[in-house]
Nanobody
């Protein structure tokens, strides 16, 4: 069982930045590819970004491409989401997730473990 704990959310003005962190309990952290998802108020959960086991492969949702950067530090069992040029429409609960599968995916159903979420609110 992998436990994931997100941190770093908060209230920020439009145009600002935040960095989310997700710490994993699993010592074999590098065996999982990781993703970030978000769920805006009253909407469905959506894919934000994912990163491969080594960290060399990344992929982003269209709405965050060029503004957000996902990274990981396998020595610290942590994945990060650097969010720049934030917009009010980025307001959501952000979740990190871990997947043990062998094929990278941006589908939430392919992720095995989820954190509890951290709230990001962007004011206009």
């Amino acid at each position: 069982q992998v436990q994931l704990v997100e941190s770093g959310g908060g209230l920020v003005q439009a145009g600002g930045s935040l960095r989310l962190s997700c710490a994993a309990s699993e010592r074999s952290f590098s065996n999982y590819f990781m993703g970030w998802f978000r769920q805006p108020p009253g909407k469905e959960r959506e894919f934000v970004a994912r990163i491969s086991w080594s960290g060399r492969g990344t992929y982003y949702g269209d709405s965050v491409k060029g503004r957000f950067t996902i990274s990981r530090d396998n020595a610290k069992n942590t994945v990060y989401l650097q969010m720049n040029s934030l917009k009010p429409e980025d307001t959501a609960a952000y979740y990190c997730a871990a997947a043990s599968g062998s094929m990278l995916s941006d589908n939430a159903r392919n992720y095995d473990y989820w954190g509890q979420g951290t709230q990001v609110t962007v004011s206009s």
